[in-house]
């Protein structure tokens, strides 16, 4: 069964997507044709807010690439969205444990990422 994909930042659009299931509620990042929590196939692809709270934080010094040399340093950060499900994407280098923050779209070695930064209050 499917539902349609939400267009999202893996196929080039400023979108961050998941999967809701239809049966139990749980979210999930990582697209597969049923839910990992209850098994069910009643999912749909939902676009996130991009708001969220900082889980983890990994500052990048060293670039594995020529490509991605020129955005040293950049951090990699865990984040926990609104939504519920948690997903590795960039983020400012000032950015600690526990912030809350939303998202913009930014290009990386070539295409275009999520790009968490801290919460305006
Ligand atoms: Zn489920």
């Not at 196939?41 to 690439?65: F, M, N, P, Q, W």
């Amino acid at each position: 069964m499917t539902h349609g994909s939400c267009p999202d930042w893996i196929s080039g659009h400023e979108a961050i997507a998941y999967q809701l299931c239809g049966s139990c509620g749980q979210s999930q990042y990582f697209r597969r044709a049923f839910c990992a929590a209850c098994g069910s196939t009643d999912i749909a692809d939902k676009r996130a807010s991009g708001e969220g709270t900082v889980y983890a934080t990994s500052l990048v010094c060293r670039a594995a690439t020529e490509e991605t040399r020129v955005h040293l340093p950049y951090n990699i950060v865990l984040v926990d969205t609104a939504e519920g499900f948690r997903m590795m994407a960039h983020g400012d280098v000032k950015l600690a444990i526990g912030d809350r923050v939303t998202v913009r779209f930014e290009r990386f070695a070539g295409r275009v990422v999520p790009y968490f930064e801290k919460e305006a209050f």
